[in-house]
């Protein structure tokens, strides 16, 4: 045990030390910020964190490059529209959008219908036609009868049935 610690000690002391020189650095190599080397490097509308990554639109036409000069200036002097517009730019729903109710309950409970209706009509058939009957032992007479047997028998008479029997009485004790 003491061996593949002391094996496991400096790989691990290397590793924290490459990560921690990476994050000083910025990220990367040749100081890219980590967003950017990033495998996520994508944008996601959650609202758990309604900050992602990167913007949402990401290559911007020429119309948007001069709502983006425009708003380098007084906000005051922009429009509601153009304000909605930049909102857009950054992100693709807002936090109301997110959280607004988009009717997926009526898929869920559906199709939990659905596979309890066809697990019900599988066993309707299985029960009518593939099911054999009940055997004569699970009928409440021939219990009744297998039990007044174990007792004229005196079947197991310290531990069992036949303890639990007043025979001289005829009833149980």
Not at 10 to 22: I, Y
Not at 73 to 80: I, Y
Not at 121 to 126: E, K, S
């Amino acid at each position: 045990m003491a061996h593949q610690l002391m094996r496991a000690v400096p790989r691990l002391v290397a590793r924290r030390a490459f990560s921690t020189s990476l994050a000083r650095a910025g990220g990367g190599a040749g100081g890219m910020p980590a967003w950017q080397i990033n495998p996520r490097n994508v944008y996601e509308d959650r609202p758990d964190f309604p900050m992602p990554n990167v913007p949402y639109v990401s290559e911007l036409d020429d119309a948007q490059k001069a709502l983006k000069a425009k708003e380098a200036g007084d906000w005051k002097s922009l429009s509601d529209e153009e304000l909605k517009a930049l909102y857009r730019l950054k992100f693709h729903k807002s936090m109301a959008e997110m959280e607004a109710p988009t009717g997926e309950w009526k898929t869920v409970v559906g199709g939990t219908s659905l596979i309890v209706a066809l697990t019900l009509v599988l066993y309707i058939i299985q029960k009518k036609y593939a099911m054999p009957e009940m055997p004569a032992s699970c009928n409440y007479e021939w219990q009744e009868a297998m039990v007044k047997k174990q007792l004229q028998m005196r079947n197991n008479p310290v531990e069992g049935l036949a303890s639990k029997w007043d025979y001289e009485n005829n009833k149980w004790k």
